[in-house]
């Protein structure tokens, strides 16, 4: 139901994420587009860690103020990159909006962020409930976003990485067209990533489609010949191509290093 796709993603090991922008006359498009070439900068590491997340945050809103000087624009930012602790891996969950981050494991479907809207602080303060916040009229009214002002105010998250773990990386126009019971039986069911990750997005658009939806979809894998205990990603972006994604940037498609892991 929308001419322009705000929304942009990066799906290219180490960093998965999406950006939903926002602000009128095209600002919001290139608000998250902004977003993702920073973070793609990350391209090819075989790590991250907070400090280089963070600057790319950093240097994200920095071209964001500087584009739009007292124009209003802006963007959610939320994703999972792959850190490595004392040798082992580590998911590094971040977020600044209403994106939102997933995780699917031993049957269990997880919401790792915590949003930055005024309805996620109504329900902490117990004056809402979750499901009279899905409702709300200002339910898309966020308290925190990149390049609108302040200095980026990402909130972090670490945790182990195993094999298995089905990293879902959304925008909200897929969490909030689905029940996390209809995530959950996508991320249950779809045998491939880039499938699942194609299914939230249709049932999403099916459902109303009333904001863009994205979907970046994330499988944790050990490496055939045990290099170490290292993981193998796998993730194919469901809406539209890489190219399109990434404006003048050359960053090979996810798809072959899934395929050179396997
Ligand atoms: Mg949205």
């Known amino acids: 139901m929308r001419t322009l796709n705000e929304d942009a993603l990066l799906a290219h090991p180490p960093v998965f994420l999406v950006a939903d922008g926002m602000g009128g006359h095209e600002a919001g498009d290139v608000a998250s587009r902004l977003a993702v070439e920073e973070f793609a900068r990350l391209a090819g590491l ?112 670490t945790l182990p990485a195993r094999p298995g773990d089905r990293m879902l990386v959304c925008s909200d126009g897929v969490s909030g067209e689905l029940a996390p019971e209809e995530i959950a039986d996508v991320l249950a069911t779809s045998a491939g990533s880039g499938a699942a990750a194609a299914e939230l997005v249709r049932r999403a658009v099916g459902a109303g489609g009333r904001d863009n939806a994205t979907a970046v979809v994330v499988d944790a894998q050990v490496l055939a010949d045990g290099a170490g205990g290292w993981l193998a990603f796998g993730a194919e972006d469901a809406d539209r191509t890489w190219d399109e994604t990434v404006d003048g940037a050359t960053i090979p498609r996810p798809r072959s290093h899934q395929e050179d892991s396997r």
């Open 46 to 157: 075989s790590a991250v860690d907070p400090a280089d997340l963070h600057a790319c945050f950093r240097r994200a809103a920095q071209r964001i103020r500087a584009t739009f000087e007292r124009r209003e624009g802006g963007t959610t930012v939320s994703g999972v990159a792959l850190g490595e602790h004392e040798g082992a891996a580590h998911w590094l969950v971040f977020n600044v909006g209403d994106s939102r981050v997933y995780r699917w494991a031993d049957g269990e479907l997880a919401q790792l962020t915590v949003d930055h809207s005024v309805v996620q602080e109504l329900v902490d303060s117990g004056s809402l409930t979750r499901a009279a916040a899905e409702r709300h009229p200002e339910r898309h009214v966020l308290t925190r976003a990149l390049g609108t002002g302040a200095d980026p105010e990402p909130d972090y998250w």
